[in-house]
């Protein structure tokens, strides 16, 4: 029995045409003819509603494979100005090669006869696509020529604004112009009005008090709607762009003072906080943990090991152990003896206090 290559497996076996009735090559046709379904299914549902999109060089070259044909083809139609989504795959779905390949792959493959139908197209559904497809076309073609007109519109919009305000500033310089050539002196139209404004005997420059009045005296500003509020002195300011200290790094003016007008303390405070954060990782602990409930606060001195051991820094268990007992031994022995000499002095100075008495 001669070499067969399965296409939808990809794989070449040597038992023949059995390899098409086995469990693994009908259960990858069955996922090779949902994916190529769920495709078609897309594509049939622009049948009686086309869409018509403008062109898009990123989207509308894709590419469809066709597992009856063995072929690669075009998913949309376009001119590279309008795009028919699906227009390629229903194209290509509707003819006879198309037809002919699809009943030799559904035989081949020994496929379920009931989804065959599903990647045809027939005669009907094209004629009744086309028509379709040429109304969604007009349709199309007529909201690009409204678009068009809009953004024209929107030019000569822009473009007469742009012209009006040259148009007024050229008739400002006209007029600065001739109110120089009427006074017939070279001397600025600033220099002219701050001499009228500027009291007699002040030792203000010529032109400040000129120049205080025109930042307060409102103007009307290059464009349709516009005043002139003043101008904004922001030479002894800065901003981050200028280097200069941002607002929330500046010194507070209140901070130190005292009184009505020291602020308040926002938030809690650090000792307030890091204990707040050592109490949420202690939740995060089991609570019936060993050492849950130790109080922490309270005081212990150097006997605070139990009385059957002791720490156990090296060797055996039973050693410290030993050793503990041994410890514990010799201080009851010096216990005893300590309150053996307290007894016997105790028990001396009665006998001596009955001697005196006797003598006496």
């Known amino acids: 029995m001669g070499a067969y290559y399965c296409a939808i497996c990809r794989q070449t076996t040597f038992i023949g045409k059995k390899h098409i009735f086995g469990k693994n ?41 066709c597992y009856c044909c063995g072929l690669e083809i075009d998913k949309n139609v376009t001119d590279d100005n309008m795009t028919v989504l699906y227009g390629g795959l229903l194209e290509h779905m509707a003819t006879p090669e198309h037809r002919k390949n699809t009943h030799k792959f559904w035989w081949e493959n020994k496929a379920d006869p009931k989804l065959r139908d599903k990647v045809i197209v027939t005669e009907e559904e094209t004629e009744r696509f086309k028509v379709e497809v040429a109304k969604a076309l007009e349709s199309f073609v007529e909201q690009e020529d409204v678009f068009i ?36 002196t070279d001397m600025s139209a600033e220099e002219t009005v701050s001499s009228q404004f500027t009291p007699q005997g002040s030792d203000q420059p010529a032109g400040r008090s000129f120049v205080k009045l025109m930042s307060k005296a409102p103007r009307s500003a290059a464009g349709q709607g516009l005043t002139f509020i003043g101008y904004q002195d922001s030479s002894n300011r800065g901003n981050v762009h200028t280097g200069a200290v941002p607002p929330w790094l500046q010194e507070d003016p209140l901070e130190g003072t005292s009184g009505p007008a020291a602020r308040p303390e926002i938030g809690p405070s650090l000792q307030d906080f890091l204990k707040q954060k050592e109490q949420e990782k202690l939740k995060k602990l089991p609570p019936n943990r060993v050492g849950a409930n130790f109080d922490h606060s309270s005081q212990t001195d150097a006997n605070w090991l139990p009385s059957f051991g002791r720490v156990w820094n090296s060797g055996r268990r039973w ?18 003896k300590r309150e053996h000499s307290t007894d016997g002095s105790e028990r001396a100075k009665p006998t001596e206090q009955t001697t005196h008495s006797d003598n006496a």
């Open 25 to 65: 090559h009908q259960s990858t046709l069955r996922v090779v003819l949902l994916k190529f379904l769920e495709k078609v299914k897309e594509a049939r549902r622009t049948l009686k509603k086309p869409q018509v999109e403008k062109f898009d060089s990123t989207e509308h070259k894709k590419t469809f494979w």
């Open 149 to 184: 007109k809009q953004q024209a519109d929107f030019i000569r919009t822009q473009e007469k604004h742009r012209q009006e305000v040259l148009q007024s500033l050229l008739e400002r310089e006209a007029d600065s112009e001739l109110f120089k050539g009427a006074n017939g």
């Open 319 to 336: 050693q410290s152990r030993h050793q503990f007992r041994q410890e514990e031994g010799q201080k009851s022995k010096r216990k005893r």
